[in-house]
DNA sequence: CGGTATCCGCACGGATACTG
DNA sequence: CAGTATCCGTGCGGATACCG
């Protein structure tokens, strides 16, 4: 009963599934994770700098969240200028397997959902 | 290299993983197909009675969005009144097994990150 | 019954400027 | 270097009313 692990749940907060995919979901989480599984440590510039394109107030946010969930781990070096390095919890290791998986199948299907999606265009 | 499927997207149109996530992150798809995959066949307003608290708009458009990539399949009777039947195809099929056990990971792992989000506000 | 059409609030995320 | 603070546009999704 796959369902009953969403119905029922009227806050997110209530709802494990949800909260996850809220996570998952969002614009920079999978990648940061990604980037993290891949690369070990980094620091904050690091970061950025690999994935280019995301913003430095999206990077502390999204950086903050994974932190309070306990995916990420923090550690900050108290001199000047500041040091600061992420790194995976085995928490956030344990997501990996998953991403793998799922980055799988999106790169395989993903021309039959191109074709799908034209094909359902030109009917319309 | 688990990044290089996110990197060098710029637009996301150009990258199955971001794409794959961008329904899998909405809010009503991955419902939707974990209904459908336990009860194979459902009429519109037997989804909308299942599920309970979805507006008929947002479950119209991610009926359409399902069926547009291919994962869901549309049956129209042309009667008075109309029936219309949803059902997942096999490329909706082929989703189920990650998300029964991304469900399961999230049920699993929910108290653990429960208590991190609680440690993390404690120390701000 | 199975939708459309329309309006609207709010949260997500980008851009920019500033800071210890 | 590693953030904060602030402003702002866009889009997701809900509510309501109407339709074939």
Redesign the interface.
């Known amino acids: ?3 009953e ?3 029922n749940y ?1 806050l997110v907060d209530d709802c ?2 949800r ?4 996570r ?3 614009k920079w989480s ?2 940061i994770i ?2 993290l ?2 690369c070990g440590t980094l620091r904050f510039n690091e970061l950025n700098n ?4 995301i913003s430095q107030k999206m990077l502390t946010v999204t950086l903050k969240t994974l ?4 995916l990420v781990d923090r550690k900050m070096y108290p001199q000047i200028p500041p040091k600061v390095e992420y790194s995976l919890t085995p ?1 956030g290791e ?3 397997p ?6 799988h ?3 395989e ?2 021309p ?2 191109l ?3 034209a094909k ?2 030109s009917n319309n």
Do not use: H, Q
């Open positions: 009963m796959i369902a692990n969403y119905k009227s494990p599934v909260n996850v995919l809220d998952v979901g969002d999978i990648l990604s980037i599984g891949e690999l994935i280019g394109n932190e309070a969930d306990g928490l344990s997501l990996l998953f991403i793998e998986s799922l980055t199948w999106a790169k299907n993903m039959a959902i074709v799908s999606r359902y265009k």
